[in-house]
């Protein structure tokens, strides 16, 4: 079993930056991948950005340029630098691994005003 933390987000106005982070515990030796996922009202649960166990990085289309993804593999961490933020960015974001198995976070809601 694994375990997710994740902290970070919040209410913030359009072109600031924040930075949430997830931290895992428990069975961390068979983690793959580490990301985030991001849920906005009304929508379906969608990719934001993962990365693997050697660094290869999956990112949505429309946060390429904006939000940066990284992990520290020694704390069993990955982070979601968001810059640039836009109302649209606005959703519940997700922490998400395999391990190999899928485990989620709990969610917290980044809010962003124009």
């Known amino acids: 079993q694994v375990q997710l933390v994740v902290s970070g987000g919040g209410l913030v106005q359009a072109g600031v930056s924040l930075r949430l982070s997830c931290a895992a515990s428990?069975?961390?030796?068979?983690?793959?991948?580490m990301g985030w996922y991001r849920q906005a009202p009304g929508k379906q649960r969608e990719l934001v950005a993962t990365m693997s166990n050697g660094g290869t990085t999956n990112d949505a289309d429309p946060v390429k340029d904006r939000f940066t993804i990284s992990r520290d593999n020694a704390k069993n961490a990955v982070y979601l630098q968001m810059n640039s933020l836009k109302p649209e960015d606005t959703a519940v974001y997700y922490c998400?691994?395999?391990?190999?198995?899928?485990?989620w976070g709990q969610g917290t809601q980044v809010t962003v005003s124009s």
């Open positions: 428990g069975s961390t030796f068979s983690i793959r991948i």
């Open positions: 998400y691994l395999t391990a190999p198995r899928i485990y």
